[in-house]
């Protein structure tokens, strides 16, 4: 569907034009009080992008950052953009195993890295696993020196500030691959996610247009960057609408506050969890955030109480359930309107800029109100995965991709979500593949069986859970259970946080676990995280 409701623009040409015509209005805000204009961001963009084409990077190679929401990830960025390179966002929480398949797959030739997040010491993990990444070539630190011998460079060793205002900007087609995003599949390996400039400038649209946000509005985003929504809303939305954002490094309920306070932001999307700290938090402590008018949250299940909550306490503020994927972002929008307030409790949203078919297991479309899995196709689908047979399974003939949820088609134009056929867990807006999870779990002798399902979390949504069948003989710990996921290299939040131990696993004829038993009997015992 290239051309249909695009843009055909690109970053660089926006934020060309920003910076000559509004040079010194502040694009985007961050939480310890900097700032960032169009006219600094575009003059570092093109430095870092000069710097790193003095380093052999051309027109199509692939950029990776694996940074937190810092104005280091919004010149890399940049500097990506006006390059004409093809930028990969790596989540800071993965470590070697996920970090060493992406820039592997993606085939990186520069990696940004800080030297230090929450403690990792991520020039560590690089050198570990640089043998097995034949094509990075470069690895830049943000936040100092990087380690003597290691053969990586400062950040600001590579921007070239005196050829900067000579680098003009690469031409590319707005159609053609712009970002790489790896998103957890039910494969044990996470699954290449491809758009364009075009596709991923409609996925911003969809949000603009849909909750009718404008100058007057401020995106405070504590999602990751390294996310499509971070992304997209929070480092994109500056330098193609009017709407300007402030980054969290991360969530935290109280700065959180204080900056809607300070700055005046009127609108969040990000996580379930976090809007229910925000709600608690402010009913706690007597506040109405007047001016916060919009909160949108999923990736996780949306309790309608908690929206219904969010309607109460906060004065002007409208949370809304929103459904979407990295493959197909924000397939909804949810509900505002006073009016359709409990449409926004009880419902995943008002479906906006997308078609949408409710089908059954022969890709034939049910009857009004029933169930069945969802397909969306829209001007903010992705352009495909990077591996071609996941492409002939993931999409109809007729073009609409396959989202694995199953749900039913509420009214006129909303959607409710019932299930997910893929097997995925989602933490605090994490999707965590519970096959991921599972090998590395069998890769210890002590482990015959194993299945890893979904249990509630009280802040998380959900939490992971393991139902192991310990081999003959053998004892299953969860310290024996934690030593194999560390000497795995597996982000610590994909760790199972419950252990279930069992003779035998609920199979199908056919030898296929039964994960809803298991959930089931999970539930019944009370296991909550």
């Excluded at 209005?25 to 961001?41: E, S, V």
């Excluded at 970090?99 to 520069?110: D, G």
């Excluded at 995925?424 to 991921?436: L, P, Q």
């Amino acid at each position: 569907m290239a051309g249909t409701g695009h843009r055909n623009t690109t970053l660089a040409e926006q934020a060309q034009r920003l910076a000559a015509e509004r040079p010194d209005d502040i694009a985007i805000r961050f939480c310890d009080g900097g700032t960032l204009t169009y006219a600094r961001a575009w003059e570092r963009g093109c430095a870092l992008a000069q710097g790193l084409k003095q380093r052999g990077l051309e027109q199509g190679d692939t950029l990776s950052f694996q940074l937190p929401n810092g104005p280091e990830a919004v010149i890399v960025m940049m500097a990506a953009a006006i390059a004409g390179l093809v930028v990969n966002p790596i989540v800071p929480i993965y470590r070697e195993k996920e970090t060493r398949y992406i820039l592997r797959h993606a085939a990186t030739r520069v990696l940004f890295i800080p030297l230090s997040l929450r403690g990792f010491d991520y020039p560590a993990m690089v050198t570990n696993l640089r043998a097995d990444c034949p094509d990075l070539q470069h690895v830049i630190c943000t936040g100092g020196t990087p380690p003597p011998d290691a053969g990586f460079e400062a950040f600001e060793d590579v921007i070239d500030l005196g050829s900067a205002t000579n680098i003009t900007p690469a031409a590319v087609d707005p159609d053609d691959t712009k970002i790489l995003l790896y998103t957890s599949g039910t494969t044990g390996d996470p699954k290449q996610v491809r758009h364009s400039h075009n596709t991923l400038a409609a996925a911003l649209d969809n949000g603009v247009l849909g909750w009718a946000l404008d100058e007057h509005d401020l995106m405070l985003m504590p999602s990751p960057v390294t996310h499509i929504t971070g992304y997209v809303n929070g480092m994109e939305m500056p330098f193609f609408t009017a709407t300007k954002s402030l980054l969290m490094t991360q969530w935290d309920v109280d700065l959180a506050i204080d900056l809607i306070e300070t700055f005046g932001a009127t609108a969040c999307v990000s996580a379930t969890p976090f809007l229910k700290e925000l709600v608690d938090s402010c009913r706690a402590k007597g506040k109405h955030l007047p001016g916060f008018r919009l909160f949108a949250c999923g990736g996780a299940s949306v309790p309608p109480s908690l929206i219904q909550a969010a309607w109460d306490t906060l004065a002007d503020c409208r949370a809304v359930r929103v459904y979407g994927s990295t493959e197909v972002p924000l397939v909804t929008v949810g509900y505002t309107a006073p009016e359709e307030r409990q449409l926004a409790a009880e419902t995943d949203g008002r479906i906006f800029n997308y078609d949408v078919r409710i089908v059954d297991d022969t890709d034939v479309d049910v009857e009004p109100g029933k169930e069945g899995e969802i397909l969306a196709r829209g001007p903010a689908m992705m352009l495909g995965y990077g591996d071609a047979e996941q492409n002939s399974q993931a999409f109809t003939a007729d073009g609409y991709f396959r989202t694995g949820d199953i749900g039913r088609i509420h009214g006129a134009d909303g959607i409710v979500i019932t299930d997910r056929k893929k097997d995925i867990i989602i933490r605090g807006g994490e999707n965590i593949a519970a096959r991921e999870v599972e090998e590395t779990l069998l890769a210890s002798e002590s482990v015959a069986e194993v299945a890893v399902v979904a249990v509630p979390h009280r802040r998380l949504g959900e939490g992971v859970a393991a139902c192991i069948v310990p081999s003959a003989g053998c004892e299953v710990t969860m310290e024996m259970m934690n030593e194999t996921l560390k000497s795995s290299g597996l982000a610590k939040q994909k760790w199972p946080q419950h252990i279930s131990r069992y003779d035998t696993l609920p199979k199908t004829a056919s030898g296929k676990v039964q994960k809803e038993i298991l959930r089931q009997q999970l539930r019944d015992q009370g296991v909550q995280l």
